[in-house]
């Protein structure tokens, strides 16, 4: 069943820039990864699931709730961190996560002191003090903090170094775990190798896959024949290699990484 619901959505800037007839699902329970560079799409599409932007054609929907028209129960019920976090500056850290507390209509404090303990996150300090790495974990908890059953994270572990960042990718496999749906947008390719089920690339505007991951590795495979001097040498090749041995001859597939197959869709095959 699809949570997330995205038809023929369309936001032309001119020049070649926005959206172009986007169209994909994620299902309940399921992390769906977002993958392009800057530029590519990724943020005007998570713009108007948030209902940011009124769509110029095309719909998008979250729960059966139309973004645009029922943007305001979305944006309560579900986890949301933007690609640029807009913060109150004069606010502390603890100031801010009550006041997205109140908008909510929250009261619960239990799941945030956990995350903020997770993070290493001092809150106390005023957020226009605080270096980018801490400006994210404020944001990270603020997403995750009323315990949402729907997440859309756009760039998520920019600015967190490699230590908080597997611990943010530990968070995501727990959540899965839990039946949380998820949207990830990235440009990371072990953050999203490791979470998600499956991935849409975006180009230009436009999606040029969509697939589970292991399915795309599938249609990215590269195949090689290797012929040896004797059957012995063949038969050693190809328990080394996971290969299959046809007398002299030795058959290898080798998969690509999910960084080659993007690289693919991005012109830089080789």
Known sequence: MSVINIEHLTRDYGGGKGIFDVTFQVNKGEVFGFLGPNGAGKTTTIRHLMGFIKPKSGHCEISDLDCWKQREIIQKKLGYIPGEISFFEDMSGLEYLQFINNYRGNCSNSRQNELIERFELDPKGK???????????????????????????????????????SRFIQLI?????????????SHMFEEVERTCDRIGIIRDGQLVAVDFVEALRERHIHRYTVRLQSEEMAQAFAKDFNGVCEGLNVNVNAKQSLEEIFMHYYGGKK
């Not at 944001?139 to 859309?152: C, K, Q, R």
């Not at 496999?173 to 947008?185: F, M, P």
């Open 127 to 165: 957020i226009k003090k605080m270096s980018k790495g801490m400006k994210q974990k404020v944001g990270i908890v603020a997403a995750f903090m009323h315990d949402p059953e729907i997440l859309i994270l756009d760039e998520p572990t920019s600015g967190l170094d490699p230590l908080m960042q």
């Open 173 to 185: 496999a727990e959540e899965k775990k839990r039946g949380k749906t998820i949207l990830l947008s």
